[in-house]
Nanobody, 123 residues
């Protein structure tokens, strides 16, 4: 399985970005997906997760109401729409795939990881 994340970049406070992650190698529509992030000197943290169908979603408290996770099973892609970005959102963002259908918040529940894409929010 390969996960290819893209869409990161340098933006200003208050701007928006959309991250994409394309999966290949197995039946994408069967499994839950998630986005995590890791800032320098900090542990990797859960950002958002989505179940196999796209109906159920979960978010970290810090991004709820600003970020939206979605998926398009026809193209094997999961997205993270990020609005109202602030400097605390600066991190490397990783997409990941579980081995179950449900939303998973624990990184140990993910078995495949993408390479990460850098998001930098400047003031």
């Amino acid at each position: 399985v390969q996960l290819q994340a893209s869409g990161g970049g340098l933006v200003q406070v208050g701007d928006s970005l959309r991250l994409s992650c394309r999966a290949s190698g197995r039946t994408f529509s069967t499994y839950g997906m998630g986005w995590f992030r890791q800032a320098p000197g900090k542990e990797r943290e859960f950002v958002a997760g989505i179940d196999w169908s796209g109906v159920r979603r979960g978010y970290a408290r810090s991004v709820k109401d600003r970020f939206t996770i979605s998926r398009e099973n026809a193209s094997n892609t999961v997205y993270l729409q990020m609005n109202s970005l602030n400097t605390e959102d600066t991190a490397v963002y990783y997409c990941a795939e579980t081995n179950v259908r449900e939303v998973v918040t624990n990184p140990r529940g993910y078995i495949y990881w993408g390479q990460g894409t850098q998001v930098t929010v400047s003031s």
